[in-house]
């Protein structure tokens, strides 16, 4: 039998139901993981042990009464820009060094009215600008696969956590790639959901037009359970969709009969490692055995897409890093007046990558420059936008690589953001469109290193990503097997 | 040589709203430093705008009464400077689709003659903190951030420190009426950035502007205004050039001094704000807002006069004031003689409102109660010195004229028979004074009358009792 820790979301939940284990017994389990393995991997800045027993004793008392939620004890570790009252929020910067959060976002609230438990605070890349988690201010991220890799990122610590088993499930966010690219790379299923699925209040903002919170999971039935609990409209996010929010977990099931999924020509191109390429499509033969149709389809300005994002993206993170100022919250340095103290407070918070995309952002924005770049970056989003809705005329769901190549070994990209860049390619079209998306592990490299299986669904239809991705995950075994770290740990409890 | 001045305001109006415009943070003034604050307001990391559309219907209910187009398609946009007092370093504004567009108030000249200042736009947005400065440190109340504000933006044709003084108090008068804001100058309410240029006559293009900021009382406008204008000229005639800059207003050495030039100003770098969805209104939305439209002071005077027959003078002192208006129309409906309403609530009400700084919402009085006293003296029930009297009775507890008076026993006495007896009274008890009128003395028989009036005790119908004294005393 494994261990506490290794279980899924779905299996705790069962255990807790049938009391053959209790909240406390989980959360002990996973802090024993933490404990004995995050020296290597790194995952999490912070872990409220003690925050995370009176959660989960609570839990155990509710449940003795009687009480049945749907996340009852369950423990969530929570990327570092996610506000948790009375919790540090750093998101990996110094900046926010000593900030402590006033108030819970609103999946944090959503989570505890589903009776979770708050665990834990997860390494990203600083503010979330990174793919490889080695941009955080306080420590890199290793992958639990190959501690010399990345984990990828930005929600690194999230993915490692859960591919450590240092975490039955986690949230991310996701703005250009950061929950399905770490994913892939730590073999988990990440969901990015339909921009405005879930309420963004309380998820410090990287991109707002971009952003997204989704789960990162071991289990595709996982991720639809964590979907249910934190998504549906919030009075707080103007942006966030009232739609009804379905029970995901309870709409999966059955083969892939009846459904058409798209192969877009331009995601299968020249710098798409060979092994990556040869493992997604198995895992489109295996999805046709399933019962789906297969179609060819076209996303022709996908190929505009990253530089698209970095206009937006960094446009707007110039705006939403403006208040960190040191007046208010955070790291101050004392200046001689307020503009010496700004510039003084920044540039020791900030780091490099950081700063590179404030500058950008300010650039693109300025008198003589906006509409050349912001303007005219707005407008090729559209028409990435369409490219989108006109493939979903002709399929049900897009199926692509989620990244270029399996995880890479730390230090090897950082000083080549371009290459860094554009390893979120397949990533970044639908995080400007709006769409949904997941990542499903399909298979591991030669040197066992895991690969992504992305699922593009149409907006608000992650029940039908949830369904490819849960059909696939039950003929394959992919997700079951544990990474080098976990698999240690397991010999030892 | 002759001048022409061009000047243009931009009116920051804080808009009557019971919450900030983003945020559930109430706007009462006048609270402990950082009282009423919140993640959203303090622009704390995670938190997010939503818009309180209590501030849109006052902006388009004030675009509507200025005679503006309402746009049915307008967004917010962040306008990005960095300042202590912002807490998120981005004012979240309106740059290219304000909520209303053109417009216009008409002003009267000192001839008499009307002229109309045209308006460019009105936009709303967030107001920002306040910096204060101590002795060896500074601090900033953020209180105030994120009260809504509407900023009323002029066409260039104010041609003088009067008309813009007029433009001003027409605008306060207006904005009053609608109950969109309680333009109250003391607690900020109106603030205004002033632009002005001068050009010589006959010259087409405007001169280069200046710009003074942040001025919050009328009187400052009008006095910086008139000594920019006259600075500017002054300049030009001596051979100088104008810069363009802005410029502060001191109030103590009544000059305006410069502050940053147009080389130094701010690239905004405006944007559309994605944490806010476009603003969408619909003409059946304007509509239904459009129903609860005040009647504006221009029109409401005229009509007063027609309906009530009462002077220009009377309306255009009750129309100043939309409360005191109902009130005055409220009590002339129910009375014989609109005028004797106006003429009480112009001298006594007011009289009463003056002396104990109230307003005309606090007073007791309603004015159907105020109606029944005024009838009870048309119908000579009372004299006016006893319905003063109730007056200031009713004016300290409230109550029913017509009980007063029954309790007290205070209904004028009218019978000719019961005054007799008190005239007889008043010849027996006062011999020498009779003797005297008798005598010639004129004045005596004022006495008499007095003393008439006092042994019944104020309630003798005077004329009565004048007619039977002179009768008596042959």
């Known amino acids: ?493 | 040589m002759n001048y022409i001045a061009n000047v243009g305001l931009e009116v920051h109006v804080q808009l009557k709203t019971r919450t900030k415009i983003f945020c559930g943070c109430p706007t009462t003034f006048g609270a402990p430093p950082n009282t009423h604050v919140c993640p959203v307001c303090l622009g704390y990391p995670g938190a997010m705008p939503a818009m309180n559309a209590e501030a849109i219907r006052l902006t388009v209910l004030s675009g509507l009464m200025l005679g503006c187009q309402i746009n049915p398609a307008s967004k917010m946009d962040r306008k990005n400077y960095y300042y202590p007092d912002m807490p998120k370093n981005y004012q979240i504004s309106q740059y290219d689709q304000p909520l209303c567009l053109g417009g216009g108030i008409e002003i009267t000249l000192a001839d008499g003659s009307k002229k109309k200042i045209g308006l460019t736009r009105i936009h709303i947005e967030e107001d920002v903190g306040k910096n204060m400065h101590f002795t060896a440190s500074s601090g900033i109340d953020f209180n105030r951030a994120g009260t809504p504000l509407m900023e009323i933006v002029t066409e260039p044709d104010i041609a003088s420190a009067d008309e813009a003084m007029a433009f001003l108090e027409a605008l306060k008068e207006i904005l009053a009426y609608g109950g969109v804001s309680d333009v109250n100058l003391e607690e900020g309410n109106l603030r205004c950035d002033v632009n002005s240029s001068v050009r010589p006559a006959g010259q087409e293009k405007l001169g280069t502007k200046t710009e003074l900021k942040n001025m919050n009382t009328f009187k400052g406008v009008h006095r910086a205004l008139s000594y920019e204008i006259a600075r500017q000229i002054s300049e030009l005639e001596k051979g100088g050039r104008i810069r363009q800059e802005t410029r502060r207003w001191d109030d103590l050495a009544g000059v305006t001094l410069a502050m940053r030039s147009k080389e130094e100003a701010h690239d905004y770098r405006y944007f559309p704000e994605p944490d806010l969805l476009p603003i969408v209104l619909t003409q059946a939305q304007v509509t239904e807002w459009a129903k609860a439209l005040p009647e504006l002071p221009e029109k409401r005077r005229a009509r007063m006069m027609s309906d009530y027959g009462i002077p220009e003078y009377d309306a255009g002192v009750l129309s100043a004031d939309k409360a005191l208006a109902d009130y005055f129309e409220a009590t002339a409906t129910l009375v014989k003689n609109p005028k004797a309403a106006s003429n009480w609530i112009m001298t006594t009400v007011m009289a009463k409102l003056t002396e104990l700084h109230l307003t005309i919402g606090e007073v007791k009085i309603t004015p159907a109660q105020l109606a029944k006293l005024i009838n009870l003296v048309e119908a000579k029930t009372i004299n006016l010195p006893t319905a003063k009297e109730i007056f200031e009775l009713m004016f300290a507890q409230g109550g029913d004229a017509g009980e007063i008076v029954k309790a007290k026993g205070l209904a004028q006495v009218s019978d000719a028979g019961a005054i007799e007896k008190i005239v007889d009274e008043a010849i027996a008890a006062n011999p020498k004074v009779v003797a005297d009128y008798k005598g010639g003395k004129e004045a005596s028989f004022k006495f008499l009358v007095g003393q008439v009036m006092k042994l019944s005790k104020g309630k003798a119908n005077p004329a009565l009792a004048n007619e039977l004294l002179k009768k008596k005393l042959g």
């Open chain 1, 1 to 493: 039998m494994s261990s506490l820790n290794q279980l899924t979301v779905t299996e705790a939940t069962e255990k807790l139901a049938k009391r053959e284990c209790s909240s406390e017994d989980i959360v002990r389990a996973v802090l024993a993981a933490i404990e004995k393995n995050d020296k290597q991997v790194g995952a999490y800045l912070t872990v409220d042990a003690e925050s995370a027993l009176a959660q989960a004793k609570e839990a155990d008392v509710a449940r003795a009464r009687g009480e049945t939620k749907p996340l009852l004890g369950i423990p969530v570790g929570m990327k570092d820009l996610l506000n948790v009252k009375g919790q540090p929020c750093t998101c990996a910067s110094k900046i926010l060094k000593g900030y402590v959060a006033p108030y819970d976002a609103t999946v944090v609230a959503k989570l505890r009215v589903a009776g979770a438990v708050i665990l834990g605070r997860l390494n990203m890349d600083e503010f979330a600008m990174g793919g490889s988690t080695e941009n955080s201010a306080y420590q890199p991220t290793k992958n639990p696969w190959d501690l010399s890799r990345v984990p990828g990122g930005s929600s690194g610590g999230s993915a490692a956590a859960v591919a450590a088993d240092e975490a039955l499930a986690t949230l991310g966010s996701d703005t250009g790639g950061s929950i399905r690219q770490p994913a892939g790379f730590c073999g988990c299923v990440g969901l990015k959901p339909t921009y405005g699925r879930v309420s963004r209040y309380g998820l410090t903002a990287f991109a707002s037009s971009l952003d997204q919170i989704g789960p990162l999971t071991k289990t595709v039935k996982d991720s639809a359970l964590l979907l249910s609990a934190i998504s549906g409209r919030d009075a707080m996010d103007s942006t966030s969709l009232d739609a009804p929010v379905p029970d995901y977990a309870a709409q999966l099931g059955g083969d892939l009969k009846g459904l058409r999924l798209g192969l877009p020509k331009e995601y299968f191109i020249e710098g798409l490692d060979a092994e990556v390429e040869q493992k997604v499509r198995a895992a489109v033969a295996k999805c046709r055995e399933l019962g789906a149709e297969i179609v060819d389809i076209s996303l022709p300005h996908s190929k505009f897409a990253v530089a698209v994002y970095y206009i937006i993206a960094t446009a707007e993170a110039s705006a939403n890093l403006a208040r960190f100022d040191g007046v208010r919250y955070g790291l101050r340095v004392d200046g001689e007046d307020p503009i010496d103290q700004y510039g003084k407070t920044r540039a020791a918070g900030f780091g490099q990558e950081v700063k590179r995309r404030i500058i950008l952002g300010t650039y693109v924005l300025s008198s003589g420059y906006h509409d050349a770049y912001y303007l005219r970056g707005q407008k090729v989003r559209t028409l990435i936008r369409r490219d989108f809705e006109a493939a979903f005329q002709h399929c049900d769901a897009i199926l692509t690589p989620v990244a270029p190549s399996a995880a890479y070994k730390l230090g090897e990209q950082i000083n080549d953001p371009l290459k860094m860049y554009l390893g979120d390619i397949f990533t970044i079209p639908v995080n400007l469109a709006g769409n949904c998306a997941i990542n499903v592990p399909c298979g591991f490299t030669q040197e066992k290193l895991p690969v992504g299986l992305h699922i593009i669904g149409p907006a608000l239809r992650e029940d039908v990503i949830l369904k490819v991705g849960h059909a696939y995950e039950q003929v394959t075994d992919w997700h079951k097997q544990k990474a080098a770290v976990s698999g240690q740990l397991s010999a030892i409890s």
